[in-house]
């Protein structure tokens, strides 16, 4: 059985050269998006929208079998977009669903120490995937075979674990 699967892509789209766009369509609104699926979904988030999914979390009784959280953006960061503002301070409470946060290792809005702190505040796991800047158009990584394969080990794993839980 294949798990629905809702992408949220960061701050102003992702773009025609962002690995989201090869991989899903835009979904406009996460909470409408999740209760209109018949099942728990998967949620793939990037940049802002892993902020957006902490916020959600904090707030919505929704059940999603987890999120593969690209990108964390630190808000206190210095490049942190100001239109950005009302995503920050993210919520510290552990996900109550699974995640795994990918991050790079130069990403220029978030440092690896913050990403360990937001996996170990979310009760999440990390996954450094390198050098790829924000992990976006302008990586040069087109439709991300690498990310494919930690979102299907991911995927697999969130199926295993309701399978446990059932």
């Known amino acids: 059985m294949?798990?629905?699967?809702i992408v949220l892509p960061g701050i102003g789209g992702s773009g025609p050269n962002h690995w989201q766009t090869h991989w899903e369509d835009w979904i406009a609104a996460l909470d409408n998006a999740v209760s209109e699926t018949e099942e728990p979904p998967l949620l793939i988030a990037h940049s802002l929208a892993c902020l957006l999914v902490a916020h959600w979390a904090a707030r919505s009784a929704r059940q999603v079998?987890?999120?593969f959280l690209v990108s964390v953006p630190d808000p206190l960061c210095a490049i942190f977009p100001s239109?950005?503002?009302t995503f920050s301070?993210?919520?510290?409470l552990p996900l109550p669903f699974p995640s795994l946060i990918v991050a790079s290792d130069n990403d220029p809005y978030g440092s690896l120490e913050y990403a360990t702190r937001r996996a170990q505040q979310w009760n999440g796991g990390l996954v450094i995937a390198g050098a790829l800047g924000h992990i976006n158009g302008n990586s040069g990584i087109?439709?991300?075979p690498q990310g494919a394969m930690l979102l299907e080990a991911f995927q697999a794993g969130t199926k295993k674990q309701a399978m446990t839980v059932k």
């Open 2 to 5: 294949t798990s629905t699967i």
């Open 65 to 67: 079998c987890g999120a």
């Open 83 to 85: 239109e950005a503002a």
């Open 89 to 92: 301070d993210p919520p510290e």
């Open 142 to 144: 087109e439709n991300w």
